[in-house]
């Protein structure tokens, strides 16, 4: 994230420099926006940290004169996390987003019940405590 926020300054002032220079800047802007969407199917609330990402990622960039070139790839992801999970953790964050974003009329209209109400995300199935994400909330996340 560093290296492309570099990335993403370096080409708006290029682009201010010369004006006519097309910099490509909505690629680099793009890959950040990406890695949320990535993060949400991806990563679940641990008992130890309530982002962490239950697989891997691989960015290729490609810096060339006709423009800046993007290619995510994702592996090793952790699927049995969909069906099952320790104890005191949460599935991937994506379930839990959807269904608090949707609201009450979004959820009746999929026939979809808030998370409690489906057996592979009720919080009591696996801990006597509800475990919650802090840094961002479900609905935000959506």
Do not use: W
């Not at 940290?49 to 290619?71: C, D, M, P």
């Amino acid at each position: 994230k560093i290296i492309l926020r570099y990335l993403q300054a370096s080409a708006s002032r290029q682009r201010q420099l010369k004006p006519g220079v097309d910099t490509n800047h909505s690629t680099i802007a793009s890959v950040l926006a990406m890695g949320r969407v990535l993060e949400s199917f991806g990563n679940a609330c641990t008992a130890r940290n309530e982002n962490s990402s239950r697989f891997g990622k691989y960015l290729r960039l490609r810096i060339e004169e006709s423009g800046v070139h993007a290619q995510t790839t994702t592996y090793l992801l952790e699927a049995g996390r969909v069906a099952n999970r320790s104890p005191g953790e949460r599935s991937f964050h994506v379930f839990y987003e959807l269904l608090a974003g949707l609201g009450e009329d979004g959820r009746r209209r999929l026939r979809l019940r808030e998370a409690d109400g489906h057996a592979l995300l009720r919080e009591e199935a696996v801990s006597a405590r509800p475990l919650q994400r802090t840094a961002r909330s479900d609905v935000e996340g959506f």
